[in-house]
């Protein structure tokens, strides 16, 4: 419409253009054809400068690509500060050069203090410029950002908007964080069906990791729960105990050999990736007759790797003698290779007879392909009910893959009645096995070398993701009192938001913590009615911690009607669920009971006395008084046996 409006006004003047035009003659056709020559030239000479532009700018990305390339390299095989510094100066002029890549790199390292000193203000600014060059890595960190607010106001309007953003742009951790804050109803109302769409994305996308074997799952210790001395069955080897099972191992312990062949195979206990240790040990223990490590090399063959050339032959040969030792690992592989067609021709029958060997014998794996076959109808009659078992068995026994397949048939409600409730949940699961689940490992080295802040905001980014281990762990971190990225006015509102976010998801722990703070009024207004309400379902929850802290509740009437009967019940229940508990238990009995009798007493003596003075004083002092009366006692006993 303005085009039209634009050519109508311009009508009057072309017409008088074109008849000065006619009576000036050749004169003016000579000016116009000397202007048009003109014209050309300098087109040509713009063409020329936008194509240097062009190949300048090609150059320029070029060594911007270079110097962030060299900077990873560097990175990946540190061996001195002298090779950081390098890096460091490799990646800022990558940045410089507008490298998209480097600059949300370099943000990563002032925000998480990766490979340097931590430097938040400067991520901050970073990520800013990111954000608005579209880049969703940056968008999501932005929106991290101002949800705790670290470095920037606390927003959580502007927080969900970057969210949404980066999630449009296909940004997994994003999908993860709506997905997770559309499930429980943070800052935004509480849609199942919002929180479905963005799990299953993710999930979907992990799902095709795991069908290439890229094994995921990490260690993620809770730090309140740390054990001071590391054994066999935790979370990471101590050193000491590393060199004993390698000592073992070399003097010919299969079980070790396999043991250290599987921690080497998939990087657990602390211990790194590394296939030519782990085909080392199987195949030692294979030598010396033990079926796993025959059962570990077949699989090492079948898949391949830098140590190990795939080989189906080799990989048949080795699954086989397992196989004939009733091995489940072995039997597996077997009816891998028929089912896949790997060495061997395609036969379903034998997959079949193979997968439930094993799948009897307990293995996951096994029972994953029996659920495949039946829901996909390979070589059996397509059944759903029965692939909803052998999934539902599988992923009680650990087997990722058959998690995302129970969320697919919960989700489209395919041999099953469809829960929307259940596809999130398992959608879930599934989408905490990526990647970004290895900032565990980072935070809890952070913690162990004293880089408290660090270690802090790997644990708040994981949280914000909705990691209940994360949540419980920033809350922890957050208590300390040696946090210094947050202002101390801060710190116990945080505190609060992530114990009740971890209490949410079912920790006791968490929910004792939540009704502590309302209990003392940290980060919040007292309220021993809300601490109660926590008690009582952490109480529900076989927590001996809550129970004891209810019974103290009815004692003395906090928040609720008090009680003498039932603070003596739950004591005694405390007691009971905790072994632990006995000895707080018995004090706190014994307090009750004198105190309990005082007051009776008193009541029968005098009604003037100021009871509800003594009840203050024994009430905040009791444990003093029941001291006294003990050293009392001791002191009666001993005089009594002198005597």
Known sequence: ??????????????????????????????????????????????????????QEQTAKEDRSQQFYRRSLKILKYLKSNKNKEEAHKDLAKAAEMGNQSAMEKLAADMLFGYNGPQNITTAVSLYEVLAEEGSHKGQTALGFLFSYGLGVEHNQAKALVYYTFASIGGDPIS??????????????????????????????????????????????????????????????????????????AERGDTQIQVYLG????????????????????FLKAANAGDANGMAFLGKMYLEGSAAVSQDNATALRYFKIAADKGNPIGLWGLGLLYFRGRGVQVNYTEAFRYFQKAAEKGFS???????????????????????????????????????????????????????????????????????????FLAAYFAYQAGRTDPSLVHYLFLAEMGYEIAQSNSAYIMESEKV?????????????????????????????????????????????????????????????????????????????????????????????????????????????????????????????????????????????????LIVVLLILLINSRWN
């Open 1 to 54: 419409m303005r085009a039209l409006l634009a050519a109508l006004l311009l009508t009057p003047f072309w017409a008088v253009v074109q008849k000065t035009e006619e009576s000036l003659g050749n004169q003016r056709g000579k000016t116009i054809s000397k202007e048009v020559t003109l014209n050309k030239t300098e087109r040509l000479t713009m063409q020329d400068s936008f194509s240097s532009q062009a």
């Open 262 to 281: 599987q921690l080497h195979l998939l990087g657990r206990k602390g211990l790194e990736r590394d296939h030519a240790k782990a085909f080392y040990y």
């Open 365 to 439: 794996s096994a029972q994953f392909q029996l659920g495949i076959m039946y829901h996909t109808g390979s070589g059996v009659r397509k059944d759903y009910k029965l692939a909803f078992r052998y999934f539902y068995l599988a992923s009680h026994n650990g087997q990722p893959l058959a998690v995302y397949h129970l969320a697919e048939m919960y989700a489209t409600g395919t041999g099953v009645f469809r829960s929307c409730q259940n596809a999130v949940e398992l959608y879930r699961t599934v989408c905490e096995l990526g990647r970004w689940s290895e900032k």
């Open 175 to 248: 999908q993860i964080i709506l997905g997770y804050r559309f499930w429980l109803g943070i800052n935004v109302p509480m849609n199942c069906e919002a929180a479905l769409i963005n799990y299953r994305k993710v999930a979907h996308f992990i799902a095709k990791q795991l069908e290439e074997n890229e094994d995921m799952p990490v260690e993620k210790v809770r730090l309140m729960e740390r054990p001071e001395n590391q054994s066999f069955n935790t979370e990471f080897l101590d050193w000491d105990v590393y060199q004993y099972y390698r000592f073992l």
């Open 484 to 628: 210094k990225i947050f202002h101390k006015k801060q710190v116990y509102p945080l505190a609060l938001l992530l114990w009740k976010r971890a209490a949410t998801q079912g920790n006791a722990f968490a929910r004792v913590k939540t009704g502590d703070y309302h209990y003392y009024g940290f980060g919040t207004q007292r309220d021993h009615t809300t601490a109660v309400v926590h008690y009582s379902l952490a109480a529900n929850q076989h927590s001996a911690q809550a129970m004891f802290n209810l019974a103290y509740m009815y004692e003395h009437g906090l928040g609720i009607a008090k009680d003498i009967h039932l603070a003596r019940r739950w004591y005694d229940v405390a007691a009971e669920t905790s072994p632990d508990a006995f000895i707080p238990v018995f004090l706190a009995r014994i307090k009750l009971e004198v105190t309990h009798l005082l007051h009776v007493q008193l009541l029968n003596l005098t009604e003037n006395w100021k009871l509800p003075e003594l009840d203050r004083i024994l009430r905040l002092h009791w444990d003093l008084f029941l001291m006294l």
